[in-house]
């Protein structure tokens, strides 16, 4: 029965193992340190020289507009071509919010010097969180804006952004300070591809994040190499 | 019969969880922001380890933790700005639990708080209740 089991779920992963290769990410993955293109993902049918050709179409962040902490706009061409690890909190949050931006603190005390990877953090309550607010908060934690940008915008466009990134975010009067969120931290590759979700107030689930990060990063002898 | 059921079982969870209800209060309640360790964050949330605030404002403790906190406060020497939320269902039992966790932990040493001290600085501040 068990044996029986054992083979079941091998046969699944080998099933899951030749969909992949099909589909067409397994090289994809592979380049960028194996790890996967999160979301839903589309395969598109179009012709190119007389014949039917596949194209997966990958689950991508759309463009966005939002305003940091020194009332600069932060949209979708700040993070070009750069890799980001993106969170959900509000300042005057009571529960996991403090507990996310002391384990954030470590990924951007990891990569101070690494240009590449910025950090954005959204405020999910705009209405206090003004630019001057979100100002004073990174003041304290001692964080510079153009490593980690604390960004407010119109309400809608946060929640909706939220959705793309695959993290709750909700209002409700039910909830301590009167918001719900999921404490995740999205990190996102250079093609706005979501590539890992972590949950930021697990310790352990940061490491791995701040493992994975050099995976997505350019590797620094690699021009040598291709020349 | 049910109602012994449940005196026994009240009776029985003094003897076991009351022990260590100081650092699960602290935890539950406080772990979020002044951390596991007591180190607060930056200059955003104010630590409790080797801050001289528990000494210099030990009669506003116990209040602080049922009423919540605005405004700036200075602690070491830093100032800090960032509101507490209120506690109101926290009862003088339970607050005395994690003020002595607080006073014992994360390397302090100060005196511990009883019951009827914490009783007395609620009863100072209980007009606080009704905001």
Redesign the interface.
């Known amino acids: 029965m068990k044996r029986n089991k054992i083979t079941r779920s091998l046969f699944a992963l080998l099933l899951l193992c030749f969909a992949g290769a099909w589909q067409g990410c397994s090289d994809k993955s592979s380049a960028a340190g194996d790890l996967p293109i999160l979301g839903e993902r589309q395969v598109v049918q179009r012709e190119a020289d007389g014949r039917q050709v596949t194209d997966t179409v990958y689950h991508t962040i759309p463009d966005f507009a939002f305003i940091n902490q020194d009332s600069q706009v932060v949209t979708s061409l700040t993070v070009q071509d750069k890799v980001y690890v993106t969170d959900f909190f509000f300042?005057?949050c009571?529960?996991?919010?403090?507990?996310m931006?002391?384990q954030m603190?470590r990924v951007y005390e990891a990569f101070k010097d690494e240009p590449q990877l910025v950090l954005l953090s959204h405020t999910i309550d705009p209405k206090h969180d003004t630019v001057a607010v979100l100002r004073?908060?990174a003041?304290?934690?001692?964080v510079s804006s153009d490593k980690w940008h604390f960004v407010t915008g119109e309400k809608d466009s946060i929640y909706s952004i939220a959705m793309q990134y695959m993290v709750t975010a909700l209002e409700d009067e039910q909830e301590?300070?009167g918001f719900v969120h999921s404490g995740a931290f999205v990190l996102v590759d250079q093609n706005r591809h979501v590539r890992g979700i972590y949950d930021g107030t697990d310790p352990a689930q940061v490491d791995k994040l701040i493992q994975d990060i050099p995976a997505l990063l350019p590797k620094k002898n690699k021009k040598k190499d291709a020349n | 019969m049910a109602a012994g059921i449940a005196a026994l079982l009240t009776l029985t969870q003094c003897f076991t969880d009351k022990q260590n209800e100081g650092e699960r209060l602290y935890t539950q309640y406080c772990a979020n922001c002044h951390m596991d360790d007591g180190s607060g964050l930056r200059n955003l949330i104010p630590p409790l380890a080797g801050a001289d605030y528990l000494v210099n404002h030990r009669d506003e403790l116990a209040c602080i933790i049922q009423h919540g906190q605005t405004g700036n406060i200075v602690v070491n020497g830093k100032n800090y700005n960032q509101g507490m939320p209120a506690f109101e269902h926290l009862n003088k039992g339970q607050i005395t639990n994690i003020l002595n966790y607080v006073q014992t932990n994360f390397g302090n040493s100060n005196p511990r708080f009883t019951i009827p001290e914490v009783e007395k600085q609620l009863f100072d501040c209980r007009h606080l209740l009704e905001q």
């Not at chain 1, 009571?94 to 507990?99: E, G, L, S």
């Open positions: 300042t005057t009571p529960t996991i919010c403090p507990k931006k002391s603190l004073d908060y003041d304290r934690l001692q301590p300070g």
